[in-house]
């Protein structure tokens, strides 16, 4: 048995078969892999062939002992931000790359899904992955760094990003600003924003982000 370096939550196939797909959800500062593993059990069903795991951040969050972080966000220092970032996806890639090899399977077979600074977390990993992931969903992010990954892209997943509209905590702008960059950079993206919708995930969201992960991983 492999010892993650992540601990995590894993849904197996509805079909009860070998996985041939694995969708990797990463949670929001101060969340933890159980609750966005609730997405995982709306869209199990639909995608019976699937594996979806849910990873905890690596840290304990620093407002909130009972949840996680990617990376600390009481500094507001871009330099230190990137660092902190940086540590974690350098975990979250040897985590992703851990379950590829135990499930026996190619990036191409591996979506990301991402909400809140687990989106840039997504975001920043999968597009510095040296082999391509399949497809790439994030919920309410941004890119962490834009000069960073610009050095860095070595792959470009299809992406699609979505954001509600009254969403205070990560402003909705960085919706139209990573797609304005992800476009310049010869990505694929399509992009959602929500009306009356703040920092969370909509019904739609998920409903969108269903159909995108089967038009793709099926």
């Known amino acids: 048995m492999t010892n993650y370096i992540l601990d995590s939550i894993s849904i197996q196939p509805y079909s009860k078969n070998k996985p041939k797909q694995v969708i990797v959800l990463c949670h929001g500062y101060g969340g933890d892999g159980k609750d966005i593993s609730a997405l995982a059990i709306n869209w199990q069903r639909f995608l019976p062939d699937a594996i979806f795991i849910s990873p905890n951040a690596p840290e304990v969050c620093t407002i909130n002992s009972q949840g996680y972080q990617w990376f600390d966000l009481t500094s507001e220092k871009e330099d230190e931000i990137l660092e902190k970032s940086l ?109 009356n919708c703040e920092h969370r995930i909509p019904m739609e969201g998920s409903s969108l982000g269903l159909k995108f992960l089967k038009k793709n991983l099926l």
């Open 87 to 195: 540590a974690a996806e350098k975990k979250l890639n040897i985590f992703l790359n851990q379950i590829l090899d135990d499930l026996q399977l190619e990036p191409i077979s591996l979506a990301m899904v991402g909400f809140s600074q687990g989106c840039m977390m997504s975001i920043q990993t999968a597009l510095k992955k040296s082999k391509k992931i399949n497809c790439l969903l994030g919920y309410s992010g941004k890119i962490i760094n834009q000069k960073h990954l610009s050095d860095n892209i070595n792959s470009k997943p299809i992406m699609f990003l979505m954001h509600g509209a009254n969403d205070t905590i990560v402003s909705p702008t960085h919706l139209l600003e990573a797609k304005e960059y992800l476009v310049s950079h010869g990505l694929k993206i399509k992009i959602k924003m929500f009306k």
